[in-house]
């Protein structure tokens, strides 16, 4: 993602005319020349994708080798809803070729294989990474690997269950520049690994923290405990994940209050998307990936949490100083 590469082409600049008046010529070859991974096809992931296509990226991989079922429809509109179209074929597949309609200057392609198994070598041919619907340790491991390579690849996982969504931002050492006031004032932002901020004990966070950071993280424990897939879980789980609660809060000192037992009731009963969240998570997380690559903009720092019930966006800057 550094300044350095070819002028945008003649089609590129009539294509992206309106973008380049809204964030200037530089930014949108950046973006040009980007190269963007996503891992698991949900429903928040499909809208970030629809949105960096249209906006100009240089290229998509998509990695996701389930095949597709009726119920991955109710939340992914890149999926055909014909039975005969989707039958036998993988997520990735599907949403790659609905992704092309969308721009086809954008190279759109699909990588086989599980997360965990991908080399740093790997990594190294990207600018940013997105993940979902993977274990905790996979999560830490992916982002692990972006941190060994001597350039910087931007790392977000997201997760979205019921009407509730959270997103996690790694940019390492990030510089950019923004405005203030006539002048344009260098920033320096220096991200900790998804590893490091999980692993900030919970009584030393405010005691305003939100909620949902707890209960996805009693969540995402449970899955791993119990060696789910990520959204593995449902009601018959919720005595289970309760105690969890319980003991995870006690070893942290944090009060149980702050772990609400009716928003891990939700979070359980339905872990699948709410579609009106897929669209406002895919639209933050959009935005975000844009900043990190064009180098405007204040970037997200670290954790983005939704609620419907509340309406609230919540931003939350988990580190260990």
């Not at 080798?65 to 992914?76: G, K, P, Y």
Request: with cysteine.
């Amino acid at each position: 993602m550094e300044g350095d590469g070819e002028e945008l082409t003649a089609q590129e600049t009539a294509l992206y005319d309106r973008q380049i008046r809204v964030w200037g010529a530089d930014a949108q070859r950046r973006l040009s020349k980007a190269h963007v991974l996503v891992y698991g096809m949900k429903g928040t992931v499909a809208e970030f994708c629809k949105n960096i296509v249209l906006a100009g990226v240089g290229s998509l991989t998509l990695v996701d080798d389930r095949v597709a079922t009726e119920e991955a429809l109710s939340s992914n509109f890149l999926i055909p809803p014909v039975e005969d179209v989707y039958g036998g074929k993988t997520l990735a597949e599907l949403c790659c070729n609905s992704l092309k309609d969308f721009n086809p200057m954008v190279r759109v392609s699909v990588e086989k294989g599980d997360l965990s198994s991908f080399g740093v070598e790997f990594f190294s041919k990207l600018d940013v990474v997105v993940v979902s619907c993977c274990s905790l340790s996979a999560k830490k491991l992916a982002n692990d690997k972006c941190r060994k390579l001597s350039k910087r690849v931007a790392f977000y996982a997201v997760d979205c269950r019921d009407s509730c969504g959270e997103v996690f931002v790694d940019l390492q050492d990030y510089k950019y520049s923004k405005k203030k006031q006539d002048e344009t004032v260098e920033c320096d932002l220096k991200y900790p690994s998804f590893e490091d901020a999980l692993s900030v004990p919970w009584r030393s966070l405010p005691k305003r923290m939100s909620k949902l950071y707890f209960a996805m993280r009693v969540i995402e424990k449970f899955e791993e405990a119990e060696g789910r897939s990520a959204g593995e879980v449902s009601i018959a789980d919720l005595s289970a994940v309760l105690k969890l609660k319980k003991d995870l809060c006690t070893a942290q000192s944090l009060n149980e209050s702050h772990v609400p037992d009716t928003l891990l009731e939700r979070l359980v009963t339905n872990a699948t998307e709410f579609p009106p969240v897929c669209a406002l998570m895919g639209g933050i997380l959009g935005q975000e990936v844009i900043k990190a690559i064009s180098g405007k903009g204040d970037p997200l720092k670290n954790f983005f949490f939704f609620d419907v019930f509340d309406g609230k966006g919540i931003i939350e800057d988990i580190s260990a100083n």
